[in-house]
Nanobody
Framework: VQLQAFGGGLVQAGGSLRLSCAASPGSFSSVGMGWFRQAPGKEREFVAG????????DYSNSAKGRFTISRDNAKNTLYLQMNSLKVEDTAIYYC?????????????????WGQGTQVTVSS
C-alpha cells in the first residue's frame, strides 16, 4: 500500500480544511489508519486514529471536538475534517497505516507513511 496525502493549504484561524489520504489498492480496508502532524522544531505527534472499518476512532486532546477522522474503504481513502482551526494547528500533516486491525495512537505502531501535506493557519 502506498499513501498520498493532499488537501492542505493556507486558512485563517477559525476556518476549516479537509485532508484526504489516497491509498493504492491493497490492504487499506484491513488496517488501522491515523493522522499525525509535525510542526517546525517539534516531534511528530498523533492527531487522530481509526480502526479498519471506521467503527472506532480516537483523538489527541488538541483535536477532540474540532477534528473528525473518517474513511471510505470503497474508495481507499482516509479523511481528516478540521474545523475551528487555530494558529497552533500549523504543521505538516501525515497519514499513516498500521499493521493492525485496530486503531493505534503510538507513532511506533505505524509502518507506512504518506509524504505529508502542509497546513498553515494564519491569525
Amino acid at each position: 500500500v502506498q499513501l498520498q496525502a493532499f488537501g492542505g493549504g493556507l486558512v485563517q484561524a477559525g476556518g476549516s480544511l479537509r485532508l484526504s489520504c489516497a491509498a493504492s489498492p491493497g490492504s487499506f480496508s484491513s488496517v488501522g489508519m491515523g493522522w499525525f502532524r509535525q510542526a517546525p522544531g517539534k516531534e511528530r505527534e498523533f492527531v487522530a486514529g481509526i480502526n479498519y472499518n471506521g467503527a472506532n476512532t480516537d483523538y489527541s486532546n488538541s483535536a477532540k471536538g474540532r477534528f473528525t477522522i473518517s474513511r471510505d474503504n470503497a474508495k481507499n481513502t482516509l479523511y481528516l475534517q478540521m474545523n475551528s482551526l487555530k494558529v497552533e494547528d500549523t504543521a505538516i500533516y501525515y497519514c499513516a497505516a498500521t499493521l493492525y486491525y485496530g486503531l493505534r495512537t503510538d507513532l511506533k505502531d505505524y509502518d507506512l507513511w504518506g509524504q505529508g501535506t502542509q497546513v498553515t493557519v494564519s491569525s
